[in-house]
């Protein structure tokens, strides 16, 4: 009889379990369905942005160029050589430092050296040649094997042929592209002219110093910031300061644009740093405050003030500061729906700031507007000083760069992957 009973409680058991089961496979298939309803929104949102933006193109633009990369690029910078072309009186080939971010793990990654044709100051649209950015205007010059994704790459101002990244485990790689093939070999591993050791993970943050050659920050997620000479010629180089004030993985480092010895940090603890490298206390910074409540991730000195500087953080916000009293912030500028993840003043006008972020957008911001009175209508399309959005990425925006041979002309890069060259129209921002 127990026996039965037994056999019977058993079957019980295994039924429940079978139902709770099924209970637990319906929720999954329930919650699994729900994410890829949302992501196809997402998508039919982002395709319908998109189509939206190409529709406006030739009203808010100059020039605008779209190009499809073959995978993510986290990074962009301009390099300053200008070459003319046959159509020399129309365009001129510009060129740009890019990286790739390989998803296919038996692929090596790239440091690229990319050519653009960028329309002359002056060239109309009627003037340029049919096709003009399309698929084929940017072409790959340089393509150098690289230690896993380049996470960062910058030129160094005195010889552009030097070019510093950042990879994933932490090692500074320096390449000078002049000594190396159009096309890394078949089979070929990463091999810079200089390895730059020290940091124990990667990082974002690098930047030349314009006023002494061969000075180079670096951050690390390791919270450090490390001081680079660079400037004699050796395989391998360890870093001559290690400043270690931050206790969050350091997102970002610039040098102040016109004193060749203060820099700034920034980490994923939301502090700002102003650093003086004449000081002996490489834990003590001159200047440190609070500056986001969530992790900043990027900062800018105004090439224009000596006093300015400006930083964006995963609060969706670009704060304002002033050195000379830097308890607050001057100025937030607000609109972005996302973290920033760059900022950079324009080298060509004083006011004028760009900020871009996860919400697929790229802004330019005019400084000499902030406050100026709006109609309600006006303010529903953003503060004052917002003068202008670019939509034109399916992804993340993760770096641009100015253009300094071209004004108002911006190069970005987004998660899409694509490739933006563009300059706004004249009729945007010129008054006159």
């Known amino acids: 009889m127990d026996t039965m009973r037994d056999k019977i409680r058993h079957r019980e058991e295994l039924e429940s379990d079978s139902s709770e089961e099924l209970e637990d496979s319906s929720s999954e298939s329930a919650e699994l369905e729900v994410i890829t309803n949302r992501m196809k929104s997402e998508e039919e949102v982002i395709v319908s942005e998109h189509n939206m933006w ?65 329309p002359n100051d002056g060239t109309t649209g009627e003037q340029l040649a049919e096709g003009y950015g399309g698929q084929g205007s940017v072409r790959m010059d340089i393509k150098i094997a690289h230690e896993g994704p380049v996470r960062r790459a910058r030129y160094m101002p005195q010889n552009p042929d030097f070019i510093a990244t950042q990879t994933m485990d932490g090692d500074v790689l320096l390449f000078d592209v002049s000594k190396h093939p159009p096309e890394p070999p078949v089979g070929s591993r990463c091999a810079p002219n200089a390895r730059l050791v020290g940091h124990t993970v990667g990082g974002t943050g690098l930047a030349w110093s314009r006023h002494r050659m061969g000075y180079l920050l670096s951050a690390g997620y ?41 820099f700034g940090s920034v980490d994923g603890a939301g502090r700002l740093m102003v650093w003086d490298i004449r000081a002996d206390n490489d834990r003590t910074p001159q200047l440190e405050v609070g500056a986001h409540n ?86 529903l399309e953003g503060p004052p000083e917002l003068l202008f959005i ?43």
């Open 54 to 118: 190409l529709s406006h193109v030739p009203y808010l633009y100059d020039s605008a160029l779209t190009h499809a990369l073959q995978w993510i690029s986290p990074t962009v910078q301009w390099l300053p050589d200008v070459i003319p072309t046959n159509d020399s009186d129309l365009l001129s080939q510009h060129r740009l430092i890019l990286g790739t971010h390989m998803t296919a793990g038996d692929l090596p990654d790239l440091l690229l050296v990319a050519s653009v044709p960028v």
């Open 222 to 262: 390791d919270t450090t910031v490390r001081l680079w000479n660079v400037f004699q010629h050796r395989l391998q180089y360890e870093a001559s300061r290690v400043f270690k004030a931050h206790v969050a993985p350091v997102k970002d480092v610039q040098w102040h644009e016109s004193n060749a010895r203060v």
């Open 294 to 379: 969530q992790k900043c991730n990027c900062l800018a000195f105004s090439p224009h003030s000596e006093a300015s500087l400006a930083t964006g953080a995963d609060d969706n916000t670009v704060k304002l500061w002033d050195l000379r009293q830097i308890r607050r912030p001057i100025h937030a500028l607000e609109w972005h729906r996302d973290a920033v993840f760059q900022v950079q003043w324009a080298p060509h006008n004083s006011s004028i700031i760009g900020s871009s972020g996860g919400d697929r957008r790229l802004h330019l911001w005019d400084l000499s507007i902030i406050g100026a009175e709006q109609s309600e209508m006006e303010a």
């Open 390 to 432: 670019h939509g034109g990425h399916t992804g993340p925006v993760m770096d641009f760069s100015w253009n300094e041979n071209n004004d108002w002309m911006v190069g970005s890069v987004c998660e899409g992957p694509l490739l933006q060259v563009w300059k706004i129209s004249e009729s945007l921002y010129d008054e006159d």
